[in-house]
């Protein structure tokens, strides 16, 4: 059974730092990774999806990678900033179908 | 705009009483999805459907019930058989595994709908 891990639970920082937010996965046999951000009390917003053919995705400040057969991802945060402040998820999509399985997150703060 | 929306945002529920939570999107994806999150903890898949009329029981789906009637619909009924209901329920859809192109299978939320029981 897959499991994914997140580490850290939480983070805190000072504004301007860079970062980077680890996601672990136990079943290599992936199909693709996907990071979201969930603000309290709300839904989640998808960042990035990184296909397991892929090895990093780009969306501006963000930058995901992917290392399959070590079953690792980490999203890298560059010039925190207090906005940024929420919950981190990644999840994973199997090979077998088109459900996801999630860590239990990465609580961000950015101090100003 | 598209996009996937739940109501209500907030349901209290008595003890014993079904209730009915409400997923449309018009996105036109033919996969739609139902998790439930609790606090401190990342989200459980309750059930899931890849089309119309078809749906799949998740890694929690006792004391659940779904329908898929319609392509943009796909309510979530929690009975009483649900012992612990209280969470944060999830609405997600994606475009089917086999449609093809570079993002499909990104999955979309809704805004969560927050079930407490009295």
């Known amino acids: 059974k897959q499991e994914v891990t997140q580490i850290p639970a939480a983070l805190s920082v000072p504004e301007g730092e860079n970062l980077v937010l680890n996601c672990s996965f136990t079943?290599?046999?992936?199909?693709?990774l996907q990071w979201f951000r969930q603000d309290p009390g709300k839904g989640l917003t998808s960042l990035l999806l990184?296909?397991?053919?892929?090895r990093e995705q780009t969306s501006g400040r963000l930058n995901a990678s992917l290392d399959k057969s070590s079953g690792r991802s980490t999203l890298y945060i560059a010039a925190s900033q207090p906005g940024d402040s929420a919950t981190y998820l990644c999840a994973v999509q199997e090979t077998s179908g088109s459900r996801l399985t999630f860590g239990e997150g990465t609580q961000l703060t950015v101090n100003p | 705009d598209g996009g996937i929306t739940q109501s209500p945002k907030y349901l209290f529920r008595k003890e014993g009483q079904n209730v009915t939570l409400s997923c449309e999107q018009n996105?036109?994806?033919?996969?739609m999805y139902w998790y439930r999150q609790d606090p401190g903890q990342g989200l459980r898949l309750i059930y899931y459907?890849?089309?119309?009329?078809?749906?799949q029981k998740g890694d929690i789906a006792e004391g659940y019930s779904v329908s898929r009637e319609k392509k943009e619909s796909f309510p979530l009924t929690v009975t009483s058989a649900q012992k612990n209901p209280t969470a944060f329920y999830l609405c997600?859809?994606?475009?089917?595994?086999?449609?093809?192109?570079?993002?499909?299978?990104?999955?979309?939320f809704g805004p969560g709908t927050r079930l407490t029981v009295l």
């Open positions: 997600a859809s994606s475009m089917a595994p086999l449609a093809g192109g570079p993002s499909y299978n990104e999955q979309f």
């Open positions: 459907s890849q089309i119309v009329n078809d749906f």
């Open positions: 990184i296909q397991s053919s892929q």
């Open positions: 996105l036109n994806h033919d996969a």
């Open positions: 079943d290599s046999a992936i199909y693709n």
